[in-house]
């Protein structure tokens, strides 16, 4: 079951690019909320108590906004270059009793037998689509491994979800494979130094005919 | 596989500019841990090679992406030659890499794993880069 973190928010009188990064030097992350009828809102949260509710595990937010509080989903975080500061952050108003769509991590638990054996695990999604109402909805999905063969995988629709949840299966197909097994791959032959000299050679032998063909076939053709 | 486009409009092209940074390829997509470059500059398609040979032996079975490709062809003019005559001929194939950009992703991995691997690439490199971990939210 979710936790449902709360947020301490106030709604952003000014809009624009400039007055967004004046409020991000001011500690002051923007935000919008919008979705179930009502109109979008922009906001401005503080940096710091949104950048530790995104560390907390869950989705679902209790935004105070003035005297008034909304339940919103979140939607969207955007961060910097670098990933480390959070730039802007979209949620979707929601009812904790209405059933929604929403995107759950998957926590794998144990070794798969087949990475025993020698194969290489493969992680196709690291997150399913599931259908819950929202105040039900996982902070993670445990998913257990150890029973992965080489050359068997683990499909969406074979992960046990708790009673009320199910799978999406407008965004994600139960056949979607989650977690593969394969085969150990042959060892590499170990590239040495006269394997790189060809490859270079070869490369600026075919440079100047390559390259002189189609420039001469774009004039022939104009 | 050569590390070179099969076929390109323009044998050479201008230097063009490493300003800013990446907008674009500066997330972790397809393995589990990222190399990120902090610097910009041009990566030759030879060391984005002896990086990939350095990830694959330093993590034997280990899922290896190389992020980027070395699209821009570089020349250079042969050495004691006068100036003029026209531009150069080129010399190899180089990425452009502005800060942010990943460069090479390793999965199926541990972290401890994908540290030394990404470690021994990091050498390899001309620009300074750090170990990026794919982001859950």
């Known amino acids: 079951m979710s936790t449902v973190l709360s947020l301490q928010a106030e709604p952003r009188p000014t809009q624009g690019s400039r007055e967004a990064r004046r409020s991000r030097r001011a500690g002051r992350i923007p935000a919008n909320v919008y979705g179930h009828g009502e109109g979008n809102a922009a906001l401005l949260l503080d940096a710091h108590e949104l950048e530790l509710a995104l560390a907390k595990p869950g989705n679902i937010f209790e935004l105070k906004i003035g005297g008034k509080s909304e339940n919103a989903l979140i939607k969207e975080v955007q961060y910097d270059t670098f990933g480390q500061h959070v730039l802007h952050v979209d949620f979707a108003r929601i009812d904790l009793s209405e059933e929604i769509e929403v995107e759950v991590n998957l926590e794998l638990r144990g070794t798969p037998a087949g990475v025993t054996q020698g194969g290489n695990i493969l992680v196709h999604h690291n997150t399913i689509w599931v259908r819950c109402i929202a105040s039900a909805v996982p902070s993670v999905l445990e998913v257990d491994v150890s029973s992965i063969e080489i050359g068997h995988a683990l499909h969406a629709g074979e992960i046990p979800l708790p009673a009320g949840i199910k799978l999406d299966t407008h965004k994600m197909e139960a056949e979607t494979q989650i977690i593969g097994v394969l085969a150990p791959r042959a060892a590499e032959p170990e590239p040495g130094e006269g394997d790189e000299e060809p490859v270079e050679g070869v490369a600026e032998g075919e440079k100047a005919p390559e390259g002189d063909k189609p420039e001469g076939e774009d004039k022939g053709g104009a | ?137």
């Not at chain 2, 050495?79 to 990425?95: C, I």
Request: hydrophobic letters at 40%; a positive charge.
């Open chain 2, 1 to 137: 596989m050569k590390n070179m486009p099969k076929r390109f409009k323009h044998r050479k092209v201008q230097k063009g500019s490493l300003r800013g940074l990446a907008t674009r390829g500066h997330t972790v997509a397809f393995g589990d841990f990222g190399l990120q470059s902090l610097e910009p500059g041009w990566l030759s398609a030879r060391c984005l090679e002896a990086g990939r040979v350095a990830a694959t032996r330093a993590a034997p079975g280990a899922r290896v992406t190389i992020r980027i490709f070395p699209h821009k062809p570089i020349t250079s003019i042969p050495a004691e030659t006068r100036m003029g005559k026209g531009k150069g001929e080129p010399e190899y194939w180089a990425a452009v890499v502005k800060p942010g950009t990943v460069i090479f992703e390793v999965g199926g991995v541990t972290a401890e794993q994908a540290k030394v691997a990404l470690n021994r690439v990091a050498h390899k490199l001309p620009v300074s880069t750090r170990m990026v971990a794919r982001r859950t939210r």
